[in-house]
Every structure is written in C-alpha cells, then in structure tokens.
C-alpha cells in the first residue's frame, strides 16, 4: 500500500482522531524522497505498519477525592513501535486527554527517539485526569491509583514512562512508589525520579535547555548567534521555564511566558531571580499576573505571545497552540526562528505559512528530543546502579542536540530540501528518523 493509500485507511479507520492523522500527514509528506529511493520499504508495507500502534491499552482508574466520593477517569498506555528498543513516552494528566492525542504523541516519538541515537522506542501515555483544583492526597491517590492499573504492562525492559504535561517529579515518584510496593523491583521502571532513589540530574532542565542547545545550532548555521536577541516563550511549565532560563544563561532576552489565561510581557526581560520566581509561583499553583505586582511588566489577559516584536519563538505550551493567524503575527513582527519546544505546537497551515516567509523552524521531534534523550541517559544509569554528574549529563546533552541538528541538516541537503541556505529541518528530522525505524523493520522482516 502507497503512503497516500495508507493516509486514506487511517482517514477512513480513525475519522475523529484529527491530531493523530495531523502527525502522520506531516511525518508522509516529508519522507516521501526516501521512500521513493528505497522500495524494499513499500514491499515490507513499512508505512501502513509504523501508523498502527503495536497495542493500545486503555483501562479505567477508581479513585476517592477528599469527601471520599468515587471518582472515575480513564487511562491509557500507546506502545507504538519498540524496534528501536524498549517503548519510551511520557505519561500526561489533562482533561483534553484522548486516544487521539495519546497517538499523535506516541507516534512523533517513534521518531524522535530513533532521532537521539539512543536505544529507545517510542510511546505514551495519561489520563483524562485534571490536576488542576486537586489537593496534595487527591494528586498522590489519582497517581498510586494509575500506576496500579498501569504496572501490568510496563517494566524497564518493556516500557519506560515519564512526564509531560501535569505529571512532574511529585506524580513520578508517586507511580514509582506504587510500582515498587506492586512489584517488589527497584528497576528504573519510569524516569524523571528524585534524584537520589534513581533519577537522573538535569532530566528536570534537559527539555527546555535541550531546545535552546538546538537553537544555537541553527544560528550558527546562520553565522548568528543567540546574544541580545529578544525571544518569545509560550507555557510556564517544565519546558517553557527551562528554556527560558538557558536563553537568559546565553544572553538571550526572554519577553514572554503565558498560559491558558493569558501572556506576561515584560519588555526589560525575565533574568534567573525573575525566572525562579515563576518557578515557585507555577509549583504553588499561583497566578503568573502576580509578577507585575513584584517585577511590573504587563499582564495580557486572554492574549498570546505571538503579537509582540522579537527575533525568536519558542512555543512550549500545548499541541495546536500557534494557528495560522498567529503564524502570520509571528512573520508581521520578525520573527526569524520558531523552535517547537512542546510537541505538535503549530498547526499544518501555521507550519506551511512560517515555511513560506522561509522563518527557520525547528519540529518539536528534534528540538524538544533532548528530554527524553536525558530520560534514557537515566535508564543507563539505573542499569549500572551509578549516577553521573550534572557537567557529565550536559555534555552529552549539548552533544545529542547538535548530532540531531547536524544529522536534519545533513538528511536535508542530500534528498534536496536545502534551499539557498534555507535548511528544512522538518524534512530531514523526519526523514532520519524513519529511516532509522524502517531499517531496523527491514532487518526484522515482517515481525515488529
Ligand atoms: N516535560 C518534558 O520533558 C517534555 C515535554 N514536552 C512537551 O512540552 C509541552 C509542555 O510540557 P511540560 O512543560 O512538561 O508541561 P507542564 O505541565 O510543566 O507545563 C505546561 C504549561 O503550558 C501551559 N498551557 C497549557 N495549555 C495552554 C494553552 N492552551 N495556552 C497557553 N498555555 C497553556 C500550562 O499553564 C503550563 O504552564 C507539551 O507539549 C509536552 O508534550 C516535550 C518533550 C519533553
Ligand atoms: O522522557 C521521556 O521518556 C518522554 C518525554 C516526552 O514525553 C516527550 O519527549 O514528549
């Protein structure tokens, strides 16, 4: 079956599950080259097989809120494609959890993670759980809760979860705990634990200072660098703040974070006292508008970033959050690099609209891959019982992230994406990616 065919079955299997076939689409078009090139590909049905998720596990969790009512929400665990290694995804918490979802999320990771190098395959996981109001206990209770449904089908040599959106380092610890009393193993079953019981240091950083190590490479691709250029950043979570702050550490200015309520515009720019603030003002649940009471600056109500001159985007929030409209404020106001920091952030009309202004942009599958990329250096740990240091994960990091630029950049040129300088990252993170799950599928014939 030809891609376009393989499109039409998913289109016609999966009518609702738009951010899925959003993905897939995108991941079609730009591999096309390669797959043209390579025929044994289409006799092994490559494609048809890497759209349709090695299982989709989905299952119901009881819980009792603080009035001990019971409470029911659904859970789900994607094991996309392991031919890589074992499946590896982060688990998220958020009321707009679908399958769906849960399959655009799992089927980018396939090839992010094939993108790092590392041993990994790609997956994902949540619930329509929302965090958002919960105490402390009803948090640990949803989580111990989770974990027990979810135990059955992981294991450190299977399926290897994480964070993502609402699960952060206190949800981890809590499903590793449950894990460990169900099973009685201490394996590094999930990653982004505690340091000091398993976690990796520089996990909690490694996504947002990933994204910005890209960044740098794709300005020196330009003979640019990152000094004195004034960036845009959507989201105030993991992502969204870390990256903030490796801007700041770079001599980047940092003129924004937001979230669903509105954007912090601060023209003089966010600085680490600023930035540690946010991060004690999101971890107690607070209002980001507070920080203009403290720092000044501008509270947005209700608005977006993406109005407000600057050099630099970083959209770091959710999937979908920069639409068409936005995409042409960002071409409006000069922006010259967009870096998907959270997965999926552009529409398909926003990418193709940057594309056409040929503003630089970075897929979230290569830029935003050095989180998990850090996930897996934490899973090698866990395997020889040793823990590295801080300096030692960063080097690799800083290393992973400009392998994946180099290797984009390189895939671009050769199947003839590089235009006069203008380098398609889209094309060439897809095209190594699945070229590097496709042929370990060929070597496998028609198991996995
Ligand atoms: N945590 C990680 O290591 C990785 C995360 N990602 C992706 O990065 C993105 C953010 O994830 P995290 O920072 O981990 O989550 P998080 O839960 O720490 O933060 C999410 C932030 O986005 C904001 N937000 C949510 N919906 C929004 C909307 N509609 N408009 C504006 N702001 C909104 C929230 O208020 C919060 O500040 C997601 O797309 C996630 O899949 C990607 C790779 C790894
Ligand atoms: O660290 C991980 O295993 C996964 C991180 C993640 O969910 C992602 O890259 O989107």
Request: charge should be negative; glycine fraction near 10%.
């Amino acid at each position: 079956m030809s891609i376009s065919d393989a499109i039409k079955k998913i289109e016609a299997q999966y009518p609702h599950q738009s951010e899925f076939i959003q993905a897939v689409k995108e991941v079609a078009v730009t591999i096309k080259p390669l797959y043209d090139a390579h025929p044994e590909y289409e006799t092994l049905k490559i494609f048809e097989r890497l759209v349709e998720p090695d299982r989709v596990v989905a299952f119901r969790i009881n819980w009792e809120n603080d009035k001990g009512e019971v409470q029911v929400n659904r859970g789900w665990r994607v094991q996309f494609n392991n031919s890589l290694g074992p499946y590896k995804g982060g688990l998220r918490f958020h009321p707009t959890v679908t399958e769906s979802v849960l399959k655009f999320l799992g089927f980018e990771q396939i090839f992010k993670n094939a993108l790092t190098g590392l041993p990994i395959g790609g997956g994902k996981g949540g619930s329509d759980f929302n965090p958002k109001g919960k105490s402390e206990f009803e948090i640990r209770r949803f989580c111990y809760a989770f974990m027990r449904e979810l135990y059955h089908y992981v294991n450190k040599d299977i399926d290897v979860p994480a964070g993502d959106i609402g699960v952060g380092g206190r949800e981890v610890s809590y499903m590793y705990a449950m894990y460990k009393n169900l099973t009685r193993e201490s394996t590094g079953v999930i990653t982004g634990k505690g340091v000091g019981f398993g976690g990796s240091l520089m996990r909690t950083e490694a996504t947002g200072y990933g994204a910005v190590y890209f960044l740098e490479s794709m300005l020196a691709a330009q003979n640019d660098n990152i000094k004195g250029k004034k960036v845009l950043v959507s989201g105030a979570g993991n992502v969204s703040l870390h990256a903030a702050e490796k801007v700041c550490m770079l001599g980047g200015m940092v003129l924004t974070v937001s979230d669903s309520q509105g954007t912090l515009y601060d023209e003089k720019g966010l600085n680490q006292e600023r930035i540690d603030w946010l991060k004690a003002q999101k971890a107690q649940s607070k209002p980001l508008a507070d920080y203009v009471d403290v720092f000044g600056g501008e509270w947005l109500a209700k608005q977006k970033p993406w109005h407000i001159k600057a050099d630099i985007a970083i959209p770091s929030a959710t999937q979908n959050e920069v639409d068409e409209a936005d995409a042409k404020l960002l071409v409006d106001n000069g922006i010259k690099y967009v870096v998907e920091g959270a997965n999926m952030p552009l529409t398909a009309d926003a990418i193709d609209y940057i594309r056409l202004y040929h503003v630089h942009y970075a897929p979230g599958k290569a830029a935003n891959a050095g989180g998990v990329a850090v996930s897996a250096l934490e899973m090698s740990q866990n395997s020889v019982r040793q823990y590295q240091t801080f300096e030692e994960i960063d080097e690799r990091l800083k290393c992973i992230m400009k392998n994946i630029h180099d290797s984009a950049a390189e895939a671009s040129e050769k199947y003839g994406q590089t235009d006069n300088g203008y380098i398609d990252y889209m094309a060439g993170a897809n095209i190594v990616g699945f070229k590097r799950v496709a042929d370990a599928l060929v070597a496998y014939g028609i198991l996995n």
